[in-house]
Every structure is written in structure tokens, then in C-alpha cells.
């Protein structure tokens, strides 16, 4: 019965499409499911025994490691971004939830990880957040009275001049 538990606990766990390791307190891993494995375009073999951190731009480990460093017997799961390095050398992004493991002393033995891709996400945010930006510039260099009026909301944005001609800031604009 044992056997079969968990050779069904495994099955679920191997079939999940998300990525999912374990790893020792040092960085080394210890368990990696097939997605995991097809992600990194690397076997199991490979991958346990390695260090995760090979697996993240240099520039990045240590904020990884202070994220999972600051699990505790009282906090013992947390979510964290960071970059990757794709098996191509491409950079790519993944959210992380994190798991701290502990013995009867309290002592950290291990973490499990549940992770997703979320590169197209993170490319999409730059985009908006340079796209806004270039409407800003643009916008605030018009020498005329810009706003945005909705009839449910109300006031959206008062660009610079409407705020100089009303006389108003436009937290004041936007609440009246």
C-alpha cells in the first residue's frame, strides 16, 4: 500500500506542468520533475547533484539566496522573482513559491519549490511601463490642455498645462 501511495504521489508530481525541485540548504538539488527537466532541456541525472544557482544570472544568486535564506520555522513559505538562464543562454523570468523544510530542532534540511515561467509576463509589463512612459513624454510636451474625462469616472489624467490653467494639483483634479 505504501509502495502504491507513492508511486501515485510521484506520478502527480512528475505529470504537474509546472517546475518543481527539492534542495539542500547548500543549493543542491535533490529532486527535479520531468518539467523541470524539459525546461532546462537537461535529464535528471544532470540536473540533481548541481547547484540551482548555476541556473541564475550571477548578478542575481544572492537575492535568491536571501529570499530563501529568510524562511523560518515561523514563515516557512514565501514567492519570489528572478531571472534564469535558458538552455539556449537566453534570460528568461520565473515566480517562484518556496518551501522551507525543517527537523525536530528547527533547523533548515531542505525546500521544496514549485515554479512557472513567466518571461511573456515580464515582457509585456516593460513593454507597457516603456509604452506609458513614451505617452507621458509626449503628452506633458503638449503645449495645449490635455486631459482624460471618462462619464463613469470621472477625471483619468490632466496633463501639466490644464493643472497651471485651473490652478489645481491633480490629486485635486482627479477627486472633484
Not at 115 to 123: A, C, N, S
Not at 130 to 155: A, C, D, M, Q
Request: with cysteine; glycine share 8%; charged share 25%.
Amino acid at each position: 500500500a505504501l509502495k502504491e501511495s507513492e508511486d501515485r504521489y510521484r506520478s502527480v508530481v512528475e505529470d504537474m506542468p509546472v517546475l518543481i525541485c527539492s534542495f539542500l540548504p547548500s543549493g543542491e538539488i535533490t529532486f527535479v520533475n520531468r518539467t523541470y527537466c524539459a525546461y532546462f532541456d537537461k535529464t535528471s541525472e544532470v540536473l540533481k547533484g548541481s547547484n540551482f544557482l548555476s541556473l541564475i544570472p550571477e548578478v542575481d544568486q544572492q537575492a535568491v539566496m536571501d529570499n530563501i535564506s529568510a524562511l523560518t520555522v515561523e514563515n516557512q513559505t514565501q514567492s519570489h522573482e528572478h531571472r534564469v538562464i535558458g538552455p539556449t543562454g537566453d534570460v528568461r523570468w520565473q515566480r517562484w513559491n518556496n518551501r522551507a523544510l525543517f527537523n525536530a530542532q528547527g533547523d533548515v534540511v531542505g525546500y521544496q519549490s514549485i515554479g512557472e515561467d513567466i518571461t511573456e509576463y515580464k515582457r509585456a509589463e516593460e513593454g507597457l511601463l516603456e509604452s506609458e512612459e513614451k505617452y507621458r513624454t509626449l503628452v506633458e510636451g503638449i503645449p495645449g490642455l490635455v486631459y482624460s474625462y471618462s462619464t463613469i469616472r470621472g477625471g483619468i489624467y490632466y496633463g501639466p498645462n490644464v493643472q497651471s490653467v485651473l490652478g489645481h494639483s491633480e490629486s485635486h483634479l482627479l477627486k472633484n
